[in-house]
């Protein structure tokens, strides 16, 4: 009867061990729990803090880029890497604050960076290329550009290609790596474009008269800036030719059509006037073959 009411007081006794065992590790844990806790609520805090203000300086920055007329492109790039930027500060307050390491955070975002850069070298070259194209504006939409062996009107400058329409409608991609490292010739950037031709006379023929005549040519075309200033002049002896220069200005959107008037009207000009234009000629002589005899 004993044994039974030992092994009952036992029974009863265990949960009541197992349940003081439970409380005592709670309180020992209670003052690591209150501390995550308010860690925790910290980092909310910290996280509905930071978004709402990152929202706002969103809409400040949208209003100031607006301000700059810079472009749409660089608009909608900037406003977006800065919002990620003020995301992730906002994020790497709220860990450091949860308590994990901020020397962890920083290595681990480094060798993102780092991988990230090198399978994109290229592609960041080239949107690093655009910005720079888009803040500089060395060209803008509608300009007639030469780019190396490229040349074209601009019909697009996005973050990482500049699309070109050549004079025969074909449809040119450049990175903007290249476009930014390279030299570029702005053909339309001024309103007015230098006429610049280069014609050669026969030696025979009379010098003054073709001077006359060009002076006439440039002075009478209605596209040619007169008040500008013109010039007839003998640039060049060359070995077959007198190579007279004529220079003056014309509207650039009258350009080509101004020159290739210019150069037909000199053309007939000079037939009517007997002034000769050298052309190379091939002269093959044919005879006998004499040979020398050794006496």
């Known amino acids: 009867m004993a044994i039974k009411i030992w092994m009952m007081s036992a029974q009863t006794a265990a949960p009541q061990v197992e349940a003081s065992w439970i409380l005592n590790a709670l309180e020992g844990w209670t003052p690591e ?8 609520v910290l980092a909310a805090i910290i996280l509905f803090a930071g978004f709402r203000i990152a929202r706002g300086l969103h809409g400040i920055l949208k209003k100031t880029f607006s301000r700059m007329n810079l472009e749409e492109n660089v608009n909608k790039f900037l406003l977006s890497v800065l919002n990620a930027a003020m995301y992730a500060l906002v994020v790497f307050i709220a860990a450091e604050k949860l308590g994990v390491p901020s020397a962890s955070i920083v290595a681990l975002l480094g060798s993102a960076g780092v991988a990230i850069g090198l399978s994109l070298k290229e592609s960041l070259s080239n949107v690093a290329g655009g910005i720079l194209i888009m803040l500089t504006r060395p060209f803008v939409i509608q300009d007639y550009i030469v780019c190396k062996d490229v040349e074209g009107t601009v019909q697009d400058i996005g973050l990482v290609y500049t699309v070109l329409t050549t004079v025969d409608n074909r449809k040119v991609i450049i990175p903007n790596g290249m476009v930014a490292n390279a030299t570029v010739v702005n053909v339309t950037a001024q309103e007015k474009r230098q ?7 026969d030696y025979t023929s009379d010098l003054k008269k073709a001077k006359d005549i060009l002076c006439e040519i440039l002075k009478q ?3 040619v800036l007169w008040e500008d200033g013109t010039r007839v002049f003998v640039k060049e002896l060359g070995e077959s030719a007198v190579v007279l220069g004529m220079r003056g200005w014309i509207m650039r959107d009258e350009y080509w059509l101004a020159r290739w008037d210019i150069i037909e009207s000199i053309k007939l000009r000079f037939d009517e006037e007997g002034i000769v234009i050298p052309f190379r000629q091939v002269v093959v002589h044919s005879g006998t073959k004499v040979g020398c005899l050794d006496k």
Do not use: C, G, N, T
């Open 33 to 40: 729990l209150k501390e995550f806790f308010w860690r925790l």
């Open 195 to 201: 006429l610049d031709l280069e014609v050669q006379i």
């Open 221 to 223: 075309h209605p596209q």
